[in-house]
């Protein structure tokens, strides 16, 4: 470990001068399977940092900060400006940052990379906030979380875009979780275009695991209105002084050479062998590689337990740089990638076709795009409903009662499974709102066939009975949903939107409580009561039309 030398200390700190006249930077735009800058046409090489302090990714942290479980990197002006100078010094254009808080004010450090020439990726997501790879969702609370950071980062032209997901699905048991991320892509570049913000891309960042290929089609398979913008690959396949063939860069290259968007490594950087000589970057730079790849991402900046960093911070928070920046400033120093011009380029590839393996899981039907309208219209018209401020246990508790097989079908309006593709109409509500659906469903089942129930609507104190005020606005939407739940719901009442942030009733959306009922397989009472349940509601009625 050693502090920045005078030599790398005073060209960062020129190039931090020199860069300060820039007002704004070029937008990067999407053409084919590559970033160009919009301006002049140049490619666009991505020579990333991840660039976020106590955060492990894939929504775990090794600190809690602020009561938010996370550390924002972009809301801190003096930390940001301690940083830009050593980003600089390795040549940094871009880079990447796990979990913002929207709420915060980021204008100080976004203008201060712009000045640097630096633009953001952002993911998505927030460590209480996420579609979780056991027990996927994709509802309210996860689109108002995911809406909220497009709002934020939208208005700053050094955005190039966003990750709706991060190794979500990493095994083959998990892959349905896909689903649910894939729907998270489509609605938020649905909202990208509902709010007129200019272009920003979101994509997806996935493992090196067995299910590499399948992620990659099932992303790009499809619409252009539901796949990706493009794609990230997490590899740490390149350790040491390994090679283009022996590291399987040129097996992975040659698997990404026919796809149509831009594709690039959204981490890289092996700690196998320390210090990281950071042989690959010539590699992934050269000749070999830039016809498919668009530039790559090290992770990461800040030095963790993990002992990935490439600088540490002191307790007098000066940062100090590592063995592994000077190594990397090295190898950085030496690449220029050589690309194409926009205007004579013409894209050639087309997209990938849906995997059709016996491993893969997710179904190419999408979970609904949750709106809170919708789910107000269905909460108007129940009589047996959730009491308010009900702890995540008790949720949980009702759930795992009723939505046992053994108690009736009172769940298919709100079962959310995402290898048949079968998706209750209210399935992307909240927890209150769906467990308000099933006490409703369960209240009327007892009503009609049980006359020696005497409190349907009990539950040991969590659910009461109230009056419907159903609006005539949402009279369609109660009809097309039918009595079971799961209709199709063609209609958009007025009074609420899927397109806005505003908050949603009920428990986080990584409650222990939505996830048991929710999604498949995790239930509390058995896989195999689980799947005659499921089966159950396939005959019902299948298949949401995308809202």
């Known amino acids: 470990m050693k502090g920045l030398g005078i030599a790398s200390a005073g060209i960062a700190a020129a190039t931090w001068f020199a860069a300060s006249a820039v007002a704004q930077l070029d937008p990067i735009v999407i053409k084919g399977s590559k970033f160009f800058y919009k301006t002049n046409g140049t490619e666009f090489f991505i020579r990333g940092v991840a660039y976020q302090q106590d955060f492990s990714g894939n929504g775990s942290t090794t600190t809690t900060t602020g009561g938010t479980g996370y550390t924002d990197p972009l809301a801190n002006a003096t930390n940001c400006a301690r940083d830009i100078p050593l980003l600089q010094g390795l040549q940094t254009n871009t880079i990447r940052v796990y979990a913002v808080d929207p709420t915060q004010d980021h204008s100080e450090c976004m203008q201060m990379l712009t000045k640097a020439g630096i633009y953001v990726i952002s993911d998505l997501s927030e460590p209480a906030v996420s579609i979780n790879r056991d027990t996927p969702e994709w509802n309210e609370a996860i689109f108002d979380r995911y809406a909220s950071v497009i709002d934020a980062f939208s208005n700053y032209t050094n955005t190039i875009g966003f990750f709706a997901g991060n190794e979500v699905s990493n095994a083959p048991n998990n892959t349905a979780a896909s689903a649910f991320v894939k729907a998270a892509v489509r609605d938020m570049k649905a909202y990208i275009v509902s709010k007129n913000y200019r272009a920003m891309g979101v994509g997806y960042a996935s493992d090196d695991d067995d299910t590499r290929i399948e992620l990659a089609d099932y992303f790009n398979c499809g619409t252009a209105a539901e796949s990706i913008d493009f794609w990230g690959y997490n590899i740490y396949s390149w350790c040491g002084q390994s090679s283009y063939s022996a590291s399987s860069y040129e097996a992975r290259t040659q698997e990404f050479s026919s796809y149509n968007v831009p594709a690039f490594f959204a981490e890289y950087g092996c700690n196998k062998v320390e210090p990281?000589?950071?042989?690959?970057?010539?590699?992934?730079?050269?000749?070999?590689?830039?016809?498919?790849?668009?530039?790559?991402?090290?992770?990461?900046?800040?030095q963790e337990a993990n002992d990935y960093g490439l600088v540490t911070i002191g307790s007098d928070n000066k940062a100090t740089t590592l063995s592994d920046y000077d190594n990397l400033s090295t190898a950085m120093a030496?690449?220029?990638?050589?690309?194409?011009?926009?205007?004579?380029?013409?894209?050639?590839?087309?997209?990938?076709?849906c995997p059709t393996t016996s491993t893969w899981q997710a179904a190419t039907n999408l979970p609904p795009t949750p709106n809170d309208a919708i789910c107000q219209c269905m909460v108007q018209n129940l009589t047996c409903v959730a009491k308010s401020g009900l702890s995540e246990d008790s949720i949980t508790t009702q759930f795992n009662y009723i939505c046992d097989p053994a108690q009736g079908n009172n769940c298919g309006g709100i079962l959310a499974n995402g290898t048949t593709g079968v998706y209750g109409a209210f399935s992307g509500c909240s927890d209150s709102e769906r467990l308000s659906y099933a006490f409703n469903q369960y209240y009327l089942n007892q009503t009609a066939t049980n006359t020696q129930n005497t409190s349907p609507c009990e539950f040991s104190g969590t659910a009461q009975k109230v009056t419907p005020k159903l609006a005539s606005s949402c009279k369609a939407v109660v009809s097309q949903a039918g009595s079971a739940g799961t209709g199709s719901i063609t209609s958009t009442p007025t009074g609420g939107s899927s397109t806005g942030s505003g908050s949603s009733s009920g428990t986080t959306s990584t409650?222990?409580?939505?996830?048991?009922?929710?999604?498949?397989?995790?239930?509390?009472?058995?896989?195999?009561?689980?799947a005659a349940y499921v089966t159950s509601a396939m005959f019902v009625g299948a298949g949401m039309v995308l809202l």
């Open 511 to 530: 409650s222990k409580a939505a996830a048991i009922i929710l999604s498949v397989p995790t239930f509390d009472f058995g896989i195999l009561k689980l």
């Open 276 to 302: 990281r000589p950071f042989d690959e970057v010539g590699t992934l730079f050269g000749s070999d590689m830039t016809p498919v790849w668009s530039g790559g991402i090290v992770y990461m900046y800040f």
């Open 334 to 353: 030496k690449v220029s990638p050589s690309g194409v011009n926009s205007a004579s380029y013409t894209p050639s590839n087309s997209p990938q076709a």
